[in-house]
């Protein structure tokens, strides 16, 4: 995992963790529903770059460790 990749992933996690801290305050309803939103799309964002970088772990696996045809047909994946 990158650096930059690692500051993203941390950046939202932190982002989420502070919304989740805010919601336990007192707050108006229009700013608890701004609140969920933004928890809604910074999960949503955690997500995706966290299937991303799994993703591309996977590829970067398959590369290095490459399955054989005979292998896969035959289930011996040792």
């Known amino acids: 995992m990158s650096g930059a990749e690692?500051?993203?992933i941390r950046a939202h996690y932190n982002n989420i963790r502070r919304y989740h801290r805010l919601l336990q305050t007192s707050l108006t309803d229009l700013e608890r529903a701004?609140?969920?939103t933004r928890l809604s799309e910074e999960t949503f964002a955690l997500q995706s770059v966290s299937k991303a970088q799994n993703l591309a772990n996977s590829a970067a696996i398959l590369e290095l460790n490459p399955i054989d045809d005979q292998q896969e047909r035959c289930g011996d994946y040792r």
């Open 34 to 36: 701004y609140i969920r």
């Open 6 to 8: 690692d500051a993203l």
